[in-house]
């Protein structure tokens, strides 16, 4: 449900938070666009469209500014962060540097269960799935595949880049229609490859899955500046 035609309504839950839902929706709006860069989000008129007091909302815009969605100035107030080509470029040259290394560590402690769990994501991600949905799915995909539970700090590198990523990613799969066709493949051989405890092949189809992302999101960028 919408309030007011604008963000989605506070669903009722007897399991998450109120500041886990408002954070999830929050989220979902500014990967879509709902929320485009640049917008200031006042505490008080969010809380009023998502149906919850201004404290909820205090801490998810807490949350999002850790995971690089939104950017707090102490005089300006909370905006929806703004993508560049300097930051997407800087972004995925460091995870190209550093998924390897978790890749190489989790490849020999990923369980069962977790692989389980990331075959029910990719299929989640469908070619027809609203866009903010697919983004968030690929996002725990990644943290799920990614993630390396020996080498914590790493491994908190790795998400905070992952969380800047879901921008790039938006991006990507609204402005080239087959990209998503081509990034469920790619999910699809990571996974079998994770079963198989190949961490060369692991490590070979993530790369050209991120450099992929980069590749589409950079020319929508320059797209825009042009």
Partial sequence: MKANGGLPTLAASTVRTAHRDVTDRLREAIVSGLLPAGTHLVQADLAAQLQVS??????????????????VDP?????????????????????RLLVPMAIRERVQTI?????????????????TSPDA???????????????????????AI??????????????????????????RDDHRAMVKAYRA??????????LNHINDTATVAAHALQEDAD
């Avoid at 369980?111 to 070619?127: F, N």
Wanted: no cysteine; aromatic share 4%.
């Fill in 75 to 95: 005089f300006r107030g909370a905006t929806v962060h703004k993508v560049s080509l300097a930051e997407l470029e800087e972004v995925y040259a460091l995870r």
């Fill in 133 to 155: 949905e697919w983004v968030e799915n690929n996002r725990r995909l990644h943290r799920l595949l990614d993630g390396t539970s020996n080498q914590p700090h790493l491994r």
């Fill in 158 to 183: 790795l998400r905070r880049l992952a969380d800047v990523s879901a921008l790039y990613v938006g991006l990507s799969v609204h402005n080239d229609p087959a990209r998503r066709r081509r990034a």
């Fill in 197 to 206: 405890r190949d961490a060369d092949a692991v490590i070979a189809i993530t």
């Fill in 54 to 71: 201004v404290t909820p909302i205090r801490e998810a815009l807490r949350d999002l500014e850790s995971q690089g969605l939104v950017d």
């Fill in 111 to 127: 369980t069962d269960e977790e692989l389980d769990e990331a075959g029910i994501l990719v299929r989640r991600m469908t070619l």
